[in-house]
């Protein structure tokens, strides 16, 4: 007897594209960050076209943090990423 056919369980998982990679205080110099956020993006999309999960996931940290500030625009997702369809959060 086979085994009931089941469906593949996967999702795309996007980390922490925040605006402070992009001239922040963890500015990517490469590749670009304009190149690897279209990536991400096209990535998403697919995805998203696919019936794919897609869980973005965003850094905070204390306001006083240099970094992923809470509440600063260098913690915030980029635009590209932020406006785009998601199934999870976190």
């Known amino acids: 007897?086979?085994?009931p056919a089941t469906q593949?369980?996967?999702a795309l998982v996007v980390v922490d594209v925040?605006?402070?990679y992009n001239g922040g205080n963890l500015a990517i110099?490469?590749?670009?960050f304009a190149d690897s956020v279209a990536n991400v993006?096209?990535?998403m999309d697919?995805?998203?076209a696919a019936g794919i999960k897609v869980v973005v996931v965003k850094?905070?940290?204390p306001e006083t943090s240099p970094i992923f500030a809470k509440g600063s625009h260098g913690g915030e997702l980029h635009p590209?990423?932020?406006g785009r369809a998601r199934d999870h959060y976190v």
């Open 46 to 48: 697919a995805a998203t």
């Open 80 to 82: 590209e990423i932020a």
């Open 41 to 43: 993006a096209r990535a």
């Open 59 to 61: 850094q905070m940290a």
């Open 1 to 3: 007897m086979s085994a």
């Open 29 to 32: 110099q490469h590749p670009p």
């Open 8 to 10: 593949p369980r996967r």
């Open 18 to 20: 925040q605006n402070d």
